[in-house]
């Protein structure tokens, strides 16, 4: 009797599959440095064998245990979270799937794709589950299709881009998270038996709470040159979630994807669901290693314009606010040629007429420039700009609307909020409904007619501020469970039309802040704004955080006057990534005015090696008062370090030499600090001029730290 029990759970599923028999199908999934091996147990189901570094010997992959469910239905079990979740037409909500067939071919030499077919063996259901493999950047991207020809609509009630499964003696969870002001704050914990979900259900703006990455740590907490660690990403703006479930046996099981929270998709006969991607890379020796391939798969294939430079600019937000005219903005282009950026971005507050933009009350959705401000319009001030020897970019949010402008009184219907109750107002502001294709043409037309009538425009600062509050579509009518989706999907229907029609214009990312930071975005945006918080001492904990995730040259990092520290400390920070200004150059001094000039033309020297160099993080904010990160070019020859002291004391602590990373140790290299400002106290950095060898940098390192609270240095190394 004890001995049927155990063949029919076997039948049932995966869970004793050290016991069954070799695999008829094995699907290896490598980028020659993980591998995800795949295999189809006894019963015809698919389950994960392994996940790990790559398998090289390759003679045993047939005596590995099958594992468990690759893809977890809610089945005849119902023991876990499920990947899936639906009910079929007559009402049944129980799936079982079984293995049809893989494919695999190279869509390039260094990306590989698996597809894996599974189908319901009842109902006329079948899963597609996608892996592409890279194998220049150690990273797995997996979604999944779902379709069926039942008669009438399934009811999609669970979704997942990803299921993946684990068998460790610990779990060690770092997440991001925070409110506007406060993003990427870093939290790690060890996962104990039961649920653990990330996840947002904001819609629009999604990722303002909780950013949609993960750090996982297997065995031990993450480290950062040694131990095994998964790094993993949703490319989806809208609401995700990560449900991490630790079974009784203290095995895990990693579910990504779409939050189904109000989202329940009735998908019709013939339709395909296609699920976002799900990003992760898998590594051996700690999250620098894992970082790097995340770096470069974006720069290769994700982030828009990946290996193209960035351009450095001065806004005008904070010197004018609202308050500006034609006269007061050719001043600070002016001022923008002689600090020696690239390009003057113009902010909020150059449009609307009947209802002036003069504040966050009015004006939204109205995109005429507003005459009394700018009497020749867009126009004049690209010219002018030009004329000053600067490009002009542009600031738009043209996914939302003010209650008090011409578009909501023309067009209430086009407005995400409910017939029947009064709106509530995130910001001053309700979002429109992109489900809406008319919507669609109107927000594509907002970029189309001001590059169609201003071809020298060379940027927009796109930003959404709102999330999807009052949530009812008018258009959608009956299916009001798909607006969260169906918004995400008509927000790239826009996008995608700009790309195709306007490929070379870079655009930023902003959401209030660091409320969109997701690289299916990414695709369309060459940078994004990592927080409005703008406090330097606050940014090196948030651009930490991205850091993991997000290559230097995609986070936006402005000076500002957001803080009570030099001008030196605030602009070195902001060098760590993509460099912009944002203060009133009339309100520094001379000094500080030349300090940032030649900021300026350091940066744009190094550039190469920052936004496209391999990325070290050497000594963490979180561990004590300094923090240190460094760039090394590929070739080892050149590097630039960065070390903040902040809230270093002296005379109290010892501060010790930074030993970096990354370099030849055969070679030498020289050592020279730049951005140096005398009126700014520092203890002498002694190094600098003198050249050491690459073994020496890196096991012995540089006393680069100052031990003055909020202090920094930039050093330049270069080989010999």
């Not at 779902?146 to 990803?162: M, T, Y």
């Not at 609401?239 to 990693?254: E, M, P, Y």
């Not at 991205?546 to 230097?552: D, H, I, K, L, R």
Request: proline share 5%; glycine share 6%; charged share 25%.
């Amino acid at each position: 009797m004890k001995l049927m029990r155990f063949i029919g759970v076997c039948l049932l599923g995966c869970s004793f599959s050290l016991l069954q028999a070799a695999s008829p199908e094995t699907i290896r999934v490598t980028t020659g440095k993980t591998d995800l091996i795949l295999k189809v147990d006894t019963t015809g189901r698919l389950c994960q064998s392994y996940l790990g570094s790559v398998w090289t010997d390759g003679r045993n992959l047939d005596v590995l245990p099958a594992g468990k469910d690759a893809y977890q239905p809610y089945d005849l079990q119902n023991f876990f979270e499920p990947a899936v979740r639906m009910t079929h037409a007559d009402g049944n909500n129980s799936s079982l799937f079984r293995y049809v067939s893989h494919t695999q071919e190279a869509l390039s030499p260094t990306v590989t794709r698996t597809v894996v077919t599974l189908r319901d063996d009842v109902y006329p259901v079948e899963v597609k589950l996608y892996y592409d493999a890279f194998s220049d950047a150690n990273i797995i991207k997996a979604w999944t299709e779902i379709s069926h020809r039942e008669k009438r609509p399934v009811l999609l009630q669970d979704f997942a881009s990803s299921l993946l499964y684990f068998a460790r003696p610990a779990y060690y969870l770092t997440e991001f998270t925070g409110k506007w002001g406060n993003e990427t704050t870093m939290t790690e914990q060890k996962l104990t038996p039961g649920k653990k979900v990330l996840d947002t259900r904001l819609g629009a703006r999604a990722a303002m709470l909780t950013s949609p990455f993960f750090i996982l740590g297997l065995d031990a907490p993450a480290r950062e040159t040694e131990g095994e660690v998964v790094l993993g990403t949703l490319n989806w703006t809208g609401n995700f979630r990560f449900t991490f479930d630790i079974d009784a046996s203290n095995d895990l099981r990693v579910v990504s994807g779409i939050n189904p929270y109000a989202s329940e998709y009735n998908l019709r006969p013939g339709e395909v669901f296609r699920t976002p991607e799900f990003v992760f890379t898998y590594s051996d020796k700690g999250t620098g290693e894992a970082s790097r391939s995340f770096h470069d798969w974006a720069r290769d294939y994700q982030l828009k314009d990946g290996h193209g430079p960035r351009l450095t600019l001065l806004n005008n937000w904070e010197a004018t606010g609202f308050a500006f005219d034609e006269k007061k903005l050719s001043h600070f282009m002016r001022e923008a040629a002689i600090l020696g950026v690239d390009m003057f971005l113009l902010d909020d507050g150059w449009f609307g007429n009947k209802y002036p933009r003069s504040s966050d009350k009015s004006g939204l959705g109205d995109w005429e420039p507003t005459a009394s401000k700018l009497p020749n319009g867009v126009g004049g001030l690209v010219r002018a700009a030009d004329s000053a020897g600067v490009k002009f970019g542009i600031w738009i949010e043209p996914e939302m609307v003010n209650p008090k402008s011409e578009l909501y009184e023309k067009h209430p219907d086009w407005v995400i909020h409910y017939p029947n109750r009064e709106p509530y107002y995130y910001r001053n502001q309700m979002a429109l409904d992109l489900c809406n294709p008319q919507v669609q043409d109107f927000v594509f037309g907002v970029v189309d007619k001001l590059l169609s009538e201003n071809p020298d425009l060379a940027y927009f600062k796109w930003d959404c501020n709102s999330m999807l509050t009052n949530p009812y579509s008018f258009y959608l009518k009956e299916n009001q469970s798909h607006l969260f989706i169906e918004y995400v999907r008509g927000l790239y229907k826009v996008l995608e039309r700009i790309q195709e029609k306007y490929p070379d214009v870079p655009m930023m990312l902003c959401s209030g802040g660091g409320g969109r930071c997701d690289y299916e975005a990414l695709k369309y945006f060459t940078e994004f704004w990592a927080s409005d918080n703008t406090d330097p001492v606050k940014r090196i904990f948030m651009q930490w955080g991205y850091s993991y995730f997000f290559p230097a040259k995609s986070i936006s990092a402005h000076v500002t006057s957001m803080g009570d520290q030099s001008i030196k400390f605030r602009t070195d920070v902001a060098m760590m990534d993509k460099l912009g200004f944002d203060i009133n150059m009339d309100k520094l001094t001379e000094a500080e005015r030349q300090f940032c000039r030649e900021a300026v033309q350091n940066y744009k020297r190094l550039a190469p090696i920052i936004q496209e160099g391999d990325q070290f993080r050497l000594v963490s904010p979180y561990s004590g008062n300094h923090a240190a990160v460094m760039y090394v070019t590929p070739g080892q020859d050149k590097a630039v370090l960065f070390a903040y002291d902040i809230y270093a004391q002296k005379y109290v602590e010892r501060s010790y030499p930074i030993r970096l990373q990354g370099l030849d140790p055969q070679r030498s290299y020289r050592v020279v600090e730049i951005n140096k400002m005398d009126s700014v106290p520092a203890r002498p950095f002694v190094e600098d001029g003198k050249t050491f060898s690459g073994e020496y940098l890196m096991k012995i390192g540089l006393q680069a730290f100052s031990d003055f609270r909020e202090s920094s240095r930039v050093i330049e190394i270069t080989a010999q």
